[in-house]
């Protein structure tokens, strides 16, 4: 019955940063922040593999309720692979941009905070 319980605990954090530090500062780890631009609610699904207190695979899906924020957040899903990929949790550091880019990146750096905290 523990046994099941904890196996139970562990399943359902899987999708926080306390499923990373369970077991060994590896795991998947996934958010779908949410967030207004003209007037509507756009998302994203964000999964971080972890190995090692480094991020090894970094996926976002756009969730966006338009076309054209759809194709920013597919943009902004290629660009900002490069600030993540290969690095340790606690030294992500995503620049400031213009444009789309920062509007995403914003909600990008909430999604790092937590991953960090």
């Known amino acids: 019955m523990k046994r099941c319980l904890i196996f139970t605990a562990l399943f359902i954090l899987t999708g ?3 499923a990373a530090s369970l077991i060994g500062g590896a795991g998947t780890l996934t958010y779908n922040p949410s967030y207004q631009f003209l007037g509507q609610t756009h998302t ?28 920013s957040q597919i943009a902004f899903a290629a660009n900002v692979r490069a600030f993540v990929l ?14 789309d880019e ?10 790092v905070e937590e991953l960090q905290q």
Do not use: W
Not at 47 to 57: I, N, P, R, S, Y
């Open 86 to 99: 290969g690095k340790n949790i606690q030294e992500i550091d995503i620049p400031k941009a213009t444009g």
């Open 16 to 18: 926080c940063n306390l």
């Open 44 to 71: 994203m699904n964000i999964t971080f593999d972890v190995k090692d207190g480094a991020v090894t695979e970094l996926t976002i899906k756009p969730g966006a309720v338009s076309m054209s924020e759809e194709a």
């Open 102 to 111: 920062e509007r995403l990146r914003e909600v990008f750096r909430k999604v």
